[in-house]
């Protein structure tokens, strides 16, 4: 790629080595200094002033020095300190490729260092320096300005208070108020590199790039305006449309609309509040998704209660107005919010209808409630739970003592909430529950009630059962404490999983390791 050719070609080293070779290019090693020459001038004149003899040249004028030529209306040459002054219509010829143009000039043979004022342009190939102030050290082919400068380069054009141009290495060196203007961005920086042959910008500092779709900044970065790919790095960031893309470090492809971000990436969807993120982040717009790995971890954000949800591999499904669509967990995935914790194979989430499926032994866990079934749906309203179905072989758990737990248990099973808290279940099919007899005051154990019935619809209040009524053939139970036994104490598919349960966002990345996952995403059906 064209900036690790970059980043090899900006080796210190290397410039050293180039800057050398200039030099003896143009003869810094040489025994003596060359003389100025004049080869025409349509008036001469001499004259001897405190000693010193001047010869003062008008219309038309070439000096040559080295390899230098000078074309000028009228100047003035001090023959023993071997140098020039030239005014009008300045025009040197550096190199084969560089010319120079101005006002006023002032030329030292001895030291070779060129002073233009007014109206200076420094024409190099296809680029164009403008200023009105530059010297140029033909010893190390440099020129300097610090009175402010812009630089058309092709569709390019860059200004900047003070700057310096190595013509040895194709390269602008600008500090101060930089600004690059692309066809694609208007880049803005406080120290930047310019290549006029692979028109590479290089940036430090805090840097911006802004463009009709792309925003990004950086502290130190690389742009190549050739073919739109701009690496950033240190808290490097991109916002393409609704999209947020952040890191350590970004590799971005504006013509395929591609990003990359490496270590503390964050993939963010402005309008819809949802972030994912990892150690690893990639962005395909064209592709539509973009999804995150290595410790990867989402984010639903809520002002009052945000999810965090870890899994091995996140997505983000992009619909075609570059929106958060939907978001996809799978291997290992556990979420915690204050009032919700959640475990299972595979998750999607349903960013415009709010609502959260759950594949592959899920889990939840509702205040004191431990739900469980083949699958489930959580629907939210206002970032809030409003329902939950579960599905299949679904079973509630609540811990009632140490090594006692009711239970409710049925083949489809509907949870409503309000305030986040679980008011009413219906429980639809082979319901059957457990239930534990305590002393209203006492709070002594009595005995154990088990009842079944076809359907059941059961009333919560303050975290707690207050009522079940079993509708169709319902039939019921109650064991004295002497007859309970470790048979009649659990349902079918009872499991108590509170080793899993996340009680904070960081423990949603501590795993189960006596949990296998099957590997198959039967979620994906449902996409």
Same mark, same amino acid.
């Given at each position: 790629m064209v900036h690790l050719h970059i980043k090899s070609f900006k080796d210190m080293r290397f410039r050293l080595f180039i800057?050398?070779?200039?030099?003896?290019?143009?003869?810094? *090693?040489?025994?003596?200094?060359?003389?100025?020459?004049?080869?025409?001038?349509?008036?001469?004149? +001499?004259?001897?002033?405190?000693?010193?003899? #001047?010869?003062?040249?008008?219309?038309?004028?070439?000096?040559?020095?080295?390899?230098?030529?000078?074309?000028?209306?009228?100047?003035?040459?001090? &023959?023993?300190?071997?140098?020039?002054?030239?005014?009008?219509?300045?025009?040197?010829?550096?190199?084969?490729?560089?010319?120079?143009?101005?006002?006023?000039? $002032?030329?030292?043979?001895?030291? &070779?260092?060129?002073?233009? #004022?007014?109206?200076?342009?420094?024409?190099?190939?296809?680029?164009?320096?403008?200023?009105?102030?530059?010297?140029?050290?033909?010893?190390?082919?440099?020129?300097? $300005?610090?009175?402010?400068?812009?630089?058309?380069? +092709?569709?390019?054009?860059?200004?900047?208070?003070?700057?310096?141009?190595?013509?040895?290495?194709?390269? #602008?060196? $600008?500090?101060?108020?930089?600004?690059?203007?692309?066809?694609?961005?208007?880049? &803005?920086?406080?120290?930047?590199?310019?290549? %006029?042959?692979?028109?590479?910008?290089?940036?430090?500092?805090?840097?911006?790039?802004? +463009?009709?779709?792309? *925003?990004? *900044?950086?502290?130190?970065? %690389?742009?190549?305006?050739?073919?739109?790919?701009?690496?950033? &790095?240190?808290?490097?960031?991109?916002?393409?449309?609704?999209?947020?893309? #952040?890191?350590?470090?970004?590799?971005?492809?504006?013509?395929?609309?591609?990003?990359?971000? $490496?270590?503390?990436?964050?993939?963010?969807?402005?309008?819809?509040e949802v972030v994912i993120e990892g150690q690893i982040v990639e962005y395909l717009k064209q592709k539509g998704y973009g999804y995150a790995t290595d410790s990867a971890m989402a984010v639903l954000i809520d002002n009052q209660d945000s999810l965090f949800l870890h899994a091995d591999t996140l997505k983000m499904i992009l619909d075609s107005a570059d929106y958060a669509e939907k978001l996809i967990a799978f291997n290992h995935v556990k979420f915690f919010r204050e009032d919700l914790q959640g475990a299972s194979d595979s998750l999607v989430y349903h960013v415009n209808d709010s609502i959260i499926s759950m594949y592959q032994e899920p889990v939840l866990w509702s205040d004191e409630n431990q739900l469980t079934s083949d699958s489930m749906k959580i629907y939210m309203t206002n970032q809030q739970m409003d329902s939950l179905v579960m599905y299949n072989s679904a079973l509630i758990i609540s811990q009632d003592s140490t090594n006692t737990f009711n239970q409710i248990r049925g083949r489809d099973v509907i949870g409503h909430f309000r305030d986040n808290e679980l008011y009413q279940i219906n429980v639809n099919g082979n319901s059957e529950t457990i239930y534990y007899v305590r002393d209203d005051i006492t709070h002594e154990l009595i005995g154990l009630n088990k009842a079944v019935a076809s359907n059941m619809k059961i009333t919560v209040k303050d975290r707690k059962i207050v009522s079940i009524v079993y509708m169709t053939n319902p039939s019921a139970t109650l064991y004295p404490i002497f007859e309970i036994t470790e048979e009649n104490k659990k349902l079918k598919g009872f499991k108590w999983l509170e080793h899993l349960r996340p009680w904070s966002k960081q423990e949603i990345f501590i795993k189960d390791s006596s949990k296998k996952s099957s590997g198959e995403h039967t979620f994906l059906d449902a996409l």
């Open positions: 800057i050398i070779l200039s030099f003896l290019s143009v003869g810094l *090693f040489a025994q003596e200094n060359a003389t100025i020459i004049l080869k025409q001038a349509d008036k001469f004149i +001499g004259e001897n002033i405190n000693g010193i003899t #001047y010869n003062f040249l008008t219309g038309n004028v070439i000096l040559i020095h080295d390899s230098t030529t000078f074309y000028c209306d009228s100047a003035k040459i001090d &023959k023993l300190n071997n140098n020039f002054e030239a005014y009008g219509n300045i025009y040197a010829i550096m190199s084969d490729s560089l010319e120079l143009y101005g006002d006023k000039l $002032f030329y030292n043979g001895n030291t &070779k260092i060129t002073r233009v #004022y007014d109206n200076v342009r420094l024409i190099d190939d296809s680029t164009t320096l403008y200023t009105d102030y530059l010297v140029y050290y033909r010893l190390l082919r440099k020129g300097v $300005f610090d009175r402010g400068g812009r630089i058309v380069d +092709g569709d390019n054009v860059l200004t900047s208070k003070i700057g310096e141009y190595y013509s040895a290495l194709n390269e #602008y060196h $600008f500090r101060n108020n930089v600004v690059v203007n692309t066809p694609d961005y208007e880049i &803005k920086s406080d120290t930047l590199i310019y290549n %006029t042959v692979t028109e590479v910008v290089d940036f430090q500092g805090y840097s911006t790039l802004d +463009g009709e779709e792309d *925003f990004m *900044f950086a502290y130190k970065g %690389t742009s190549d305006t050739k073919n739109d790919i701009t690496i950033l &790095k240190e808290h490097g960031t991109v916002q393409h449309k609704n999209q947020i893309l #952040y890191g350590d470090s970004i590799y971005y492809d504006k013509k395929i609309e591609y990003g990359y971000a $490496f270590k503390n990436a964050i993939l963010m969807d402005i309008e819809k």
